[in-house]
């Protein structure tokens, strides 16, 4: 298996095959050893899978952490990067735009079914160009339909456009075990909480409380998936105790910080249909 160390300066030109073809999708199978991509993107939309180990996607808009059984669709040339939490197998859909009519304009984590990881492997088996009438042509168009009725679990951090929030946001990411509550913060902004907590919930859609909890639980993702112990995470994120954590934890994605990675997660992703329904938006427009 070759494995790749991603650095601000690597090239994207092995990219280029796949978003050149006639094809409406290609598929890119590439490992790495930690590190990043530079801010770039592409004439096609992508979907952005993690085989295996995890990583951060990170756009203007906000980012993502994207673990196994999940992706991140990203439109037509968004500007945006990849960050390695660790060693990761990276398994890419490039989408032609006007092969994908209806589908999100806006970047968004995505649960990857079992059937849409199937069909990733099984376009991966195939030529980068396919034959497009053969067995890989349907594959392709079937993973085309798929995506269609794939869920949009909650697992984003949204970035504030104006510019004092977003450097606000920009400080608590860097700080997770800060304890500041939304009257100090208010205070140093020369502010009331009452006006920062409005300017939170329009700017990014959620409350103070639910958006730090957000980025405590993308921070903790990290840490998690390179084998950093529940206790020293807890710690890290500012918690009393890791039961707090813990119990945060599994109320946010519904499985214990120790079970989250052991392959649990995807199978309550593909058993409970009518709960993900309730819980999830579809895609299905």
Same mark, same amino acid.
């Given at each position: 298996?070759?494995?790749?160390?991603?650095?601000?300066?690597?090239?994207?030109?092995?990219?280029?095959?796949?978003?050149? *073809?006639?094809? !409406?999708?290609?598929?890119?199978? %590439?490992?790495? @050893?930690?590190? $990043?991509?530079? +801010?770039?993107?592409?004439?096609?939309?992508?979907?952005?899978?993690?085989?295996?180990?995890?990583?951060?996607?990170?756009?203007?808009?906000?980012?993502?952490?994207?673990?196994?059984?999940?992706?991140?669709?990203?439109?037509?040339?968004?500007?945006?990067?990849?960050?390695?939490?660790?060693?990761?197998?990276?398994?890419?859909?490039?989408?032609?735009?006007?092969?994908?009519?209806?589908?999100?304009?806006?970047?968004?984590?995505?649960?990857?079914?079992?059937?849409?990881?199937?069909?990733?492997?099984?376009?991966?088996?195939?030529?980068?160009?396919?034959?497009?009438?053969?067995?890989?042509?349907?594959?392709?168009?079937?993973?085309?339909?798929?995506?269609?009725?794939?869920?949009?679990?909650? *697992?984003?951090? !949204?970035?504030?456009?104006?510019? %004092?929030?977003? @450097?606000?946001? $920009?400080?608590? +990411?860097?700080?997770?075990?800060?304890?500041?509550?939304?009257?100090?913060?208010?205070?140093?902004?020369?502010?009331?909480?009452?006006?920062?907590?409005?300017?939170?919930?329009?700017?990014?859609?959620?409350?103070?409380?639910?958006?730090?909890?957000?980025?405590?639980?993308?921070?903790?993702?990290?840490?998690?998936?390179?084998?950093?112990?529940?206790?020293?995470?807890?710690?890290?994120?500012?918690?009393?105790?890791?039961?707090?954590?813990?119990?945060?934890?599994?109320?946010?994605?519904?499985?214990?910080?120790?079970?989250?990675?052991?392959?649990?997660?995807?199978?309550?992703?593909?058993?409970?249909?009518?709960?993900?329904?309730?819980?999830?938006?579809?895609?299905?427009?």
């Amino acid at each position: 298996m070759n494995w790749t160390i991603a650095s601000p300066e690597m090239t994207l030109c092995h990219d280029g095959e796949f978003q050149t *073809l006639p094809h !409406p999708v290609t598929a890119k199978a %590439r490992n790495y @050893r930690g590190g $990043e991509t530079p +801010i770039h993107s592409h004439p096609r939309a992508q979907l952005i899978y993690a085989g295996s180990g995890v990583m951060r996607v990170e756009t203007e808009a906000g980012c993502w952490v994207v673990p196994p059984v999940r992706g991140v669709w990203i439109p037509a040339d968004t500007a945006h990067r990849v960050i390695m939490l660790g060693t990761v197998e990276m398994r890419t859909l490039y989408i032609r735009p006007d092969a994908a009519p209806g589908l999100p304009d806006t970047c968004c984590l995505l649960e990857v079914s079992p059937l849409l990881r199937a069909l990733i492997l099984a376009l991966l088996d195939e030529p980068v160009a396919y034959d497009r009438e053969g067995r890989a042509g349907q594959i392709a168009a079937l993973a085309l339909c798929e995506l269609r009725f794939l869920k949009i679990p909650a *697992l984003h951090l !949204p970035m504030p456009g104006e510019r %004092r929030l977003h @450097r606000l946001c $920009e400080e608590l +990411i860097a700080n997770p075990e800060s304890r500041e509550t939304l009257e100090t913060l208010a205070e140093q902004q020369a502010t009331s909480s009452r006006t920062l907590a409005r300017q939170f919930q329009r700017e990014t859609g959620m409350s103070f409380r639910q958006w730090r909890q957000q980025a405590r639980l993308v921070e903790a993702l990290g840490h998690l998936a390179n084998g950093v112990s529940v206790a020293l995470v807890a710690e890290r994120l500012g918690y009393r105790s890791a039961s707090a954590f813990a119990a945060m934890f599994k109320r946010a994605l519904g499985l214990e910080p120790r079970r989250y990675f052991s392959g649990e997660a995807g199978a309550i992703a593909g058993e409970d249909h009518e709960a993900a329904d309730a819980e999830y938006p579809s895609l299905n427009f």
